[in-house]
Each structure stands twice: as structure tokens, then as C-alpha cells.
């Protein structure tokens, strides 16, 4: 495929998802609204109806550019990509890889996170492999079709209950290319999982330390993605270093979640509306006001 038609079927496929599908969601079907206005009023008190009515209505646009990105983009190459997603540092991470024979990256469900695990074919170039690690979804249909996706661009797709399996079988084999295991790390927890406390967006909420964990029993260095929105369609994600066993060996548990969680939140006050809010993200938090309080 041309880089022309690439370009001119994404602008297609924008066109659709805000004459059609953004007024689909939004205004008929109504998608989660009241989550989405929940969070966002629990997320930014300090901000006016206005402007949370602003974020909300961005919110869905990008939403709806999402997944025709998604849909659009699952026939472009590696050449059609390259238009659209810039990776920076990848070398870093690889480098990091080979060092310690894996690598992590905590991703967040930002702008499109799905594009996001592109950078697999990129690091394959650089002689590291890419495992995408994911929860099984109870639909099917929709289980089947992420799999599809996330596994277009070369990434070994790994089932989370199966990740530990796979990261010990790696490990024994010596003559295993490095992997960097790619990580969504800002879903809500379950009462039964660990979890890290913190001050989130205003709220005090728990995170998932599954790959803090892991990366300090593995000594595997930890990569956070920073993302910038380019334009419409247009993304670059850098990676940042979070941890390095060498010169960090002992950090107490919850560490690196924090800095995952600090510069989670940078990117999101920073780009409100790309952020998926239709999630409950805040269920059984507390308002930071309130714990202060109780704490006096």
C-alpha cells in the first residue's frame, strides 16, 4: 500500500468515526456517559462544568477515532505505520533487553494504546522480541479480533495467567532472543489482588504491582511510554526508564508503581481527552480531601 492511501484511508476513516461514529456514541446509544462523567468529575474537581463537558464530548471523538484508527490500520505495513506512530529510543529498551535478557514497558490505556504495540517489528529489527501480554475478554468475538490486532505487528500475544510460564521458559533457554513484555498497567485491581495505594488524579486509588514484581524477581529493567499526540492520527511514544536492577537492586514494593502512576498522570493532565474514562477507574476510592480529614 502507497503512503497516499494509507493517508487517505485514514482520513476516511476519520471522517466516519466523527460524523458517524461520535454522534453514535455520544447522542444515541449514550456509551457509558454517566461512568465517563463520573470519573471525570471525580478526577477534576477543579475544573468547571464547562470544561468537563469539553473533555467529555473530546473524549468520545477520540474515542471513535480510536477504534477507526484500529480498524483502518489493520492492513498498513510497517512503511504505512511509520507515518503515523513515531517510536523514539527504541535502542534504549533494546539495549536494556539483551543487558538483562527481558525488559518491561507499562503501558496505559492512552490515546491508541493498540498502535502502541507496533513497536514490536521495530524492536524485532533490533534483535528483541516483543510479548504482549493481555487479559482474556469474555466475548469471544471480541477476544478473538484483540488477538488479531495485537498480534499483527509480530508481538508473541501472551495470556496473563500464562506470563510467568512463559517468562521462566524464556529465561532457561540460552539461546533465546531478549524480550520486552508490554504491560497495561492502569486497570483497576481486584479486592483480592496486590495492589499499590496512591494519590491518583485526586483520588486515592490501588495499581496492580504484578510487573513490579515480577521485574524485580527477573532483575528485568522497567520502561514507561511516554505518549504526545501529534495531530489527528498522529502519535509519538518515547520510552523512560523506571528502574534498572543494577543500580537500584532493593526498592521497596511499590516504587516503581509510583512512577509509573506520576508520569501516567502528567500524560493525562496534559491530554485529558485521551484517557479511556468509560472504564470505572475510581470505584471504592477516596477523595484525597476526605483522607486528609479523616488524617487531622
Known amino acids: 500500500m502507497s503512503k497516499r492511501v494509507s493517508i487517505v484511508r485514514l482520513s476516511v476513516g476519520h471522517f466516519f468515526s466523527k460524523w458517524l461514529l461520535y454522534p453514535l456514541c455520544y447522542y444515541l446509544i449514550r456509551y457509558r456517559r454517566k461512568v465517563v462523567r463520573e470519573n471525570l468529575l471525580m478526577a477534576f474537581p477543579e475544573k468547571s462544568p464547562k470544561e468537563i463537558c469539553r473533555i467529555e464530548k473530546d473524549f468520545y471523538l477520540a474515542f471513535s477515532d480510536m477504534i477507526a484508527e484500529i480498524l483502518t490500520g489493520r492492513h498498513f505495513s510497517e512503511e504505512d505505520m511509520q507515518q503515523f506512530f513515531v517510536l523514539n529510543n527504541s535502542e534504549i529498551a533494546a539495549e536494556s533487553a539483551k543487558h538483562y535478557g527481558g525488559a518491561f514497558v507499562m503501558l496505559g490505556h492512552f490515546m491508541n494504546w493498540e498502535w502502541m504495540t507496533g513497536f514490536a517489528t521495530r524492536l524485532a529489527a533490533l534483535d528483541v522480541d516483543s510479548g504482549i501480554v493481555y487479559k482474556r475478554l469474555s466475548n469471544k468475538f471480541f477476544d478473538h479480533l484483540m488477538l488479531r490486532l495485537r498480534g499483527q505487528n509480530g508481538g508473541q500475544v501472551i495470556e496473563m495467567n500464562q506470563l510467568l510460564r512463559v517468562m521462566v521458559k524464556q529465561k532457561k533457554q540460552s539461546d533465546a532472543q531478549p524480550m520486552l513484555y508490554a504491560m497495561l498497567s492502569d486497570q483497576r485491581p481486584r479486592r483480592s489482588a496486590t495492589q499499590y495505594q496512591t494519590v491518583f488524579l485526586h483520588r486515592n486509588v490501588g495499581f496492580l504491582t504484578g510487573t513490579e514484581q515480577l521485574a524485580q524477581r527477573f532483575r528485568y529493567p522497567v520502561f514507561y511510554t511516554r505518549y504526545r499526540c501529534l ?59 476526605s483522607i486528609s480529614a479523616d488524617k487531622r
Open 231 to 289: 495531530g489527528r492520527g498522529h502519535y509519538e511514544m518515547t520510552f523512560v526508564r523506571l528502574y534498572d536492577p543494577d543500580t537500584e537492586p532493593d526498592l521497596p514494593l511499590g516504587t516503581i508503581t509510583e512512577r509509573y502512576a506520576r508520569l501516567l498522570e502528567e500524560d493525562i493532565r496534559q491530554y485529558p481527552s485521551q484517557w479511556l474514562w468509560s472504564h470505572r477507574r475510581f470505584a471504592g476510592s477516596t477523595p484525597v480531601d
